[in-house]
């Protein structure tokens, strides 16, 4: 649950609060259903895939960020990774010290 | 506690290090908003780097000491100068669009002969005079000055191919 309320919480903010209706525009997601994923119902492995491919297709258009990082650990040397990793875990730590007191409330407000 | 701290952890400690401060003072000196002070301050406070008394914030000076030598691991700082580095880049290139000029940043490539290299380094030798005299100047005649104020340099040279050397090693 940890995980859905993560990814619906990302797809809000990268696409500016979506109405229901636009979500389920995006998706192809039936607009009852995405009420009840939007209030925590469980949702199924195909609909997280969906969320998470408009998320990905968001943030890199054309190429996943993942397939890049993919790349990258097969191809670069163990030090830059190291560098990379470093400054990713800085920003996440940046990150978590800017939202750590945000809300617990749903998604979907 | 973790290695390293961030850009705007170390200000809270230089501004505590300076004077302990409430809240309000700290939100004054770092230019920080009061959110993400209370959330550094908290994890500080986890650390025992930090104490806490009567709505005040202090060094817990022991601790720092016995932690300074992690905090100031030389890869550490390596992260941090970089972290102060992207961060002044990225302002210069937001600034110029909008025609800004607050952060300023020079990269020049010159050749340089022995004569000119000595002459250049007496301007370095200068600068980095006039820079501790200032430091020395502020500790015997304190101006109240603020935290965010403060001018932040960063300057140095080095050969071409060292750049160039340190771009392939870095893949």
């Known amino acids: 649950m940890k995980e859905q309320k993560e990814i619906l919480q990302r797809f809000m903010r990268l696409f500016n609060q979506p109405t229901l209706q636009e979500i389920s525009n995006q998706t192809g997601i039936q607009i009852t259903r995405v009420f009840r994923i939007m209030n925590f119902a469980p949702m199924k492995f195909s609909e997280y895939l969906i969320f998470k491919n408009l998320i990905d297709s968001k943030i890199c258009p054309g190429d996943s960020f993942e397939a890049t990082l993919d790349k990258s650990l097969n191809e670069l040397s163990l030090d830059t990774i190291g560098d990379i990793k470093q400054q990713i875990e800085r920003k996440l730590l940046l990150k978590k010290l800017l939202t750590k007191n945000d809300s617990k409330g749903a998604v979907y407000a | ?171």
């Open chain 2, 1 to 171: 506690m973790r290695d390293g701290i961030l850009v705007i952890e170390r200000m809270v400690l230089e501004s505590l290090f300076k004077k302990e401060k409430n809240l309000m003072e700290m939100e004054r000196d770092t230019g920080l908003d009061s959110g993400i002070l209370k959330n550094i301050l908290s994890n500080f406070m986890m650390d025992n780097l930090i104490k806490y008394q009567k709505g005040v914030y202090s060094l817990n000076k022991n601790e720092i000491m016995g932690k300074l030598k992690k905090i100031n691991d030389k890869k550490q700082i390596k992260e941090e100068v970089g972290e102060l580095f992207t961060s002044m880049l990225n302002e210069y290139f937001k600034k110029i669009e909008q025609d800004q000029k607050n952060v300023d940043i020079k990269v020049r490539k010159i050749w340089l002969t022995p004569s000119e290299e000595k002459i250049f380094n007496t301007y370095l030798i200068n600068l980095e005079t006039f820079m501790k005299n200032v430091e020395q100047d502020r500790k015997i005649h304190p101006k109240n000055e603020k935290l965010k104020e403060k001018k932040v340099f960063i300057w140095g040279a080095t050969d071409y191919s060292t750049i160039a050397n340190g771009c392939l090693q870095a893949i």
